[in-house]
């Protein structure tokens, strides 16, 4: 006869229940004391202020560590070897949260007499859904081990350890369902079947053991349970599962501002001697020290990084377990390091000759911040490296000779290009576009047209800027450009860490401005509308600031702007860095691309926030590089795959290095075409390259060229 009421005895057949409560102590202690002890290591950094805004960070924490969001994107989005992580460790995840929900239901039972272990609720929730979810773990852990055993992905992380949580996770998992089932059949529960995978179990037991035998196994191996359950508790803490903690931590704690390369600010007056960037693990913040803690080995930053993918020693994930590794190697020197005088702090070397933390592997990031991008659990990479960059450059006065000379450029002449013959306005020749300082009110003007070192200094931008006045005139916008007064706004200073002078160019620009009355700049570049934008307001200039594209589209919205004859040809836009990734800009360029072509724009493989970068960002597009080892290739490549016959694009940095990467992946440059990445005019005559014909199959446009080609006004259209 089936009971009135559907329910279980919850210590049936354990021997001395009380003593799993004496176990656990221990493992509260020493599972706490793992935790307590990482607490201590990151109260050692710097300040950082990370407490603001509590509600957006909480939604953070639900979207990306409840909901997993970072994780599932990737998964949806690229159907690579990503998408297996993403899946299994989605189903680890959710299962063992409610297999804790579960535990929690037993506890208000059990311990607080909540009696709610009854009816439909223990037979829908307790029975059926908590098996299956069960299920989901077993089945996450077997794509976890086929892929990590097997499989053996390159990006991984290979330790003992990693093998070690997933063979506890299967024990745990496994011994649970073993105890359930011998129980529903030693018991003869007539509400077994709710529990279908114990039900299974209990069916295949009693059809090869007597119920008595399997008595005796529910009790032996019910312990067996709990002790392993426990000492995986305690261990959990001291091993890089920690990041069920510390995960959501970082996510709570990260950087909402949007900018995916925001630095500490430096009080140059503050302390002379104070060393400037960061050398040592004694001068990272406490969430620096966060972000080594939380991360979890998936090698999704480095798998992004497009300098690791065209094959460059950098590798974003061994710099954080490298720093990681440092933290916990020396972890009694941080912690004897006096926290008010870090002058006199024992140091942490971060630098070392070779791998990861070498200055070898931190010279090649292209600061594209796609490592930031795709980490689950929101590791600020690219600060890093950036900090360690300052050291480098102020410190030791070390970088790469190329990058050496466009630093000299930049503090000499105001731009990164030495020995160019080009002005300021020359890009002007022949249009009748208002200086600022010939004026009689420039006050007056709505719009100053910032052009940048990259547009005004490379004569192959001269036509981008020159479609980009002429739409403005055409528009009818009042707008005027500093001319000859315009200097670098110092984007390319501050990536190749000299703050010192980014902040003296500043300083002079917002002069400069404000002499001038500017309010609204408007610019082709996204390193400068980035720039003006993100790290202006950290050094007091405070502007409305807009990349010509979002521009152009409000003008093309308000019908100031008409395309009336569309391309003839396909063109695939890609993203750049400073103004997707950074800036979240992607729907104005594409809205351009697809009025001047009536639609036809097929999307690289990676796009938007994915998009691929053209490798020359972070001062990458002044360096010398191995013909095998050049960003641009890679994405050359991408676009030409997708059949186009024009990638468009709203970057002078972008526009030279796709340009360099089409010709010479289509065979239209000498294998070595490092050259090609210097103006032609900033060369002596007797070094100039061999002259570049477009590629046979691709050209490269800007977004203002496309559409000035289809508006009337255009002399083409």
């Known amino acids: 006869m089936m009971p009135a009421e559907a329910t279980r005895e919850i210590f049936w057949n354990v021997p001395f229940p009380w003593l799993m409560y004496v176990l656990l102590v221990p493992t509260v202690v020493v599972g706490g004391w793992g935790l307590y002890r990482r607490l201590r290591l990151w109260r050692t950094g710097g300040p950082a ?252 930053c480095t798998a992004a990084c497009p300098a690791h993918t065209a094959g460059k020693s950098l590798s974003p994930r061994d710099i954080v377990l490298g720093l990681r590794d440092l933290m916990h190697d020396g972890a009694e020197t941080l912690l004897a390091a006096p926290q008010d005088d870090t002058d006199n702090a024992p140091a942490l070397p971060i630098l070392q000759q070779t791998g990861a933390l070498s200055a070898e592997s931190l010279w090649q990031c292209t600061t594209c911040a796609a490592c930031m991008e795709v980490c689950p659990v929101y590791i600020e990479q690219l600060p890093k490296i950036l900090d360690v960059r300052r050291y480098l450059t102020m410190e030791e006065a070390e970088m790469p000779p190329s990058m050496a000379d466009a630093m000299t450029s930049l503090e000499r002449r105001g731009h990164p290009y030495p020995g160019t013959r080009l002005s300021r306005i020359d890009w002007t020749d022949g249009l009748d576009v208002p200086v600022m300082s010939e004026l009689d009110d420039p006050g007056e003007v709505d719009v100053l047209l910032w052009v940048g070192c990259a547009t005004a200094l490379i004569e192959r931008n001269h036509s981008v800027v020159r479609s980009l006045a002429q739409l403005l005139q055409h528009a009818g916008v009042s707008f005027a450009i500093l001319g000859r007064e315009e200097r670098c706004n110092g984007d390319a200073a501050r990536r190749m860490g000299n703050e010192f002078l980014f902040e003296t160019m500043a300083r002079k620009n917002q002069a400069l401005l404000e002499r001038y009355g500017v309010e609204k700049i408007v610019t082709p570049c996204p390193h400068c509308f980035n720039t003006f934008k993100n790290d202006y307001p950290t050094v007091g200039g405070d502007y409305h600031v807009e990349h010509h594209s979002s521009f152009l589209a409000k003008l093309v919205d308000d019908g100031r702007i008409q395309s009336t004859q569309a391309a003839e040809h396909n063109v695939t836009f890609h993203d750049p860095c400073y103004l997707g990734r950074y800036n979240r800009e992607f729907d104005a360029p594409r809205q351009l691309v697809q009025i001047s072509t009536h639609g036809r724009t097929p999307e690289m493989e990676q796009s938007r926030e994915n998009s691929f970068c053209c490798g020359g960002g972070g001062g990458l597009s002044f360096t010398e590089e191995p013909a095998e080892q050049r960003v641009n290739r890679q994405r050359a490549s991408q676009a030409l795959a997708t059949g186009a016959s024009v990638v468009g694009t709203g970057c002078p940095f972008c526009m030279t290095m796709l340009e360099d990467g089409v010709a010479a992946v289509t065979g239209d440059l000498p294998s070595d075409d490092a050259a090609a990445k210097i103006p032609a005019d900033s060369m002596p005559a007797d070094s100039m390259p061999a002259t570049r014909m477009p590629a046979k199959r691709m050209i490269v446009k800007d977004i203002a060229e496309l559409l000035w080609d289809a508006t009337e006004a255009s002399p083409d259209t």
């Open 49 to 300: 202020m990370r407490w603001d805004r509590p509600k957006e960070r909480l939604a953070l924490v639900w979207r990306h560590a409840v909901g997993q969001g970072r994780t599932l994107r990737r998964a949806y989005s690229s159907g690579r070897a990503s998408s297996s992580s993403s899946v299994f460790h989605l189903l680890i995840t959710v299962g063992f949260v409610v297999l804790t929900m579960a535990t929690t239901v037993v506890m208000l039972d059990h311990d607080f007499g909540t009696r709610i272990m009854r009816g439909g609720f223990y037979l829908f929730f307790q029975s059926l859904t908590v098996d299956l979810f069960g299920a989901l773990v077993l089945v996450g852990i077997g794509i976890a081990m086929i892929r990590r055993w097997l499989q053996k992905p390159s990006r991984l992380v290979f330790t003992d350890e990693a093998s070690a949580i997933l063979i506890a996770i299967f024990v745990v998992a496994a011994s649970g369902f073993l105890v359930e089932g011998w129980r529903i059949a030693a018991t003869h529960d007539p509400w077994g079947p709710w529990s279908p995978i114990g039900y299974l179990i209990a069916q295949g037991s009693l059809a090869v053991a007597e119920p008595s035998t399997l008595t005796t196994a529910h009790a032996v191996v019910w312990w067996g349970h709990c002790v392993v359950t426990f000492a995986f508790l305690a261990w959990a803490p001291y091993t890089k599962l920690a990041h069920v903690v510390t995960a959501p931590l970082n996510i709570f704690f990260a950087n909402l501002d949007g900018h995916a390369a925001s630095l500490r600010p430096m009080d140059f007056e503050a302390d002379d001697d104070a060393t400037l960037g960061v050398d040592d693990l004694t001068k990272m913040t406490w969430k620096d020290l966060l972000d080594l803690d939380s991360c979890t080995e998936c090698g999704r």
